[in-house]
């Protein structure tokens, strides 16, 4: 895609609404734009950023992951649980991520295998993945993490920039390869638009559908690690609701609910226009609740904006 292609695209809107966001919070404060707040802006939100991008790839892929918040938060519980029964941290990170990569093969079998539809699969194991978490650690908070393990979270990784906001960082350049520059991004279309065409050109779509779902478990439970160490204690309600922010970055950002369309460039500028307005609407003391009431808007406007564009040359030609 060209450079003005894409500025004529749905991309090119979120760089128009992005720079808005941006000109109205300098504006209204003077310590949006200090290194600390947008430092801040990241790092209290990097574990939903990290998800969204493997999202990213199971929407276009016309599947849907209801289960990512459990898993983080599954994830973090497993960690505290190991850690409080005096298992080495660096073992238990590892265990940590194999539970995310057992349960995304366990939505990915059931899915791509059994035949079961995605949404149904990972809304019943949302729901398990939350009940694991709670059984494991009760009512209980768990804390006192290894130093080396919280300050991944807490410090400074390279200079003032969190570890979290570098695993970002280059786990984006890795996805938008795969996405945007391999056969396995190719096909992850191909599926997304016509999964009947996919198989009829030889893809092994099953196969393919079980590799996303189980990146998906894995990079959640990973973000669940990035939580635990960035907060540095956790519960059993650790990630509620994060799937239903994370979904919205992606739809937000041009992937359609249908699949087969969406790029990782518009989930990323989706992510720093959400990530802007509630880190604006923070610093003008704007509660949490009125954050999530305009975000909902804008998700809406991006619902409806591409549908208005379409109709628009229809009554220009004068066909109904």
């Not at 990290?50 to 929407?59: E, H, N, Q, R």
């Not at 994830?75 to 194999?98: I, K």
Request: aromatic fraction near 8%.
């Amino acid at each position: 895609m060209t450079a003005l292609k894409r500025l004529q695209s749905w991309e090119g809107f979120l760089i128009a609404v992005l720079l808005f966001v941006v000109l109205v919070n300098a504006s209204s404060s003077p310590q949006f734009l200090t290194t600390g707040n947008l430092v801040n802006l990241f790092q209290l939100s990097i574990e939903k950023a990290i998800v969204a991008l493997a999202m990213t790839l199971v929407i276009v892929n016309a599947e849907i992951d209801l289960s990512v918040g459990s898993m983080l938060g599954l994830s973090a519980c497993a960690f505290g649980y190991m850690h409080e029964a005096g298992l080495d941290a660096r073992l238990a990170v590892v265990l940590c991520l194999a539970i995310g990569l057992a349960g995304g093969l366990l939505n990915g079998i059931s899915t791509a295998w059994l035949g079961l539809p995605s949404l149904v699969v990972t809304l019943a194991t949302m729901i398990g993945f939350r009940g694991a978490a709670r059984v494991l650690v009760e009512d209980r908070g768990i804390g006192s993490f290894p130093g080396w393990f919280t300050d991944l979270g807490q410090k400074g990784f390279l200079g003032p920039v969190p570890f979290g906001l570098v695993a970002f960082a280059v786990l984006f350049a890795v996805f938008w390869v795969v996405l945007q520059r391999s056969g396995f991004g190719r096909k992850t279309y191909v599926i997304g638009t016509s999964r009947e065409v996919a198989e009829y050109a030889g893809i092994d779509t099953g196969r393919h559908k079980i590799v996303l779902f189980a990146v998906s478990g894995v990079i959640a439970a990973f973000a669940g690690l990035l939580y635990a160490a960035r907060v540095g204690a956790i519960r059993g309600d650790v990630g509620l609701g994060f799937e239903l922010d994370i979904i919205t970055i992606v739809l937000l950002g041009g992937v359609s609910i249908f699949g087969g369309t969406g790029s990782l460039m518009g989930t990323l500028l989706a992510v720093l226009i959400v990530l802007s307005l509630r880190n604006g609407m923070a610093l003008q003391n704007i509660t949490g609740h009125i954050q999530t009431g305009v975000v909902g808007l804008l998700l809406i406007g991006s619902v409806l904006a591409p549908r208005i564009r379409l109709r628009r040359p229809r009554r220009a030609g004068g066909m109904p």
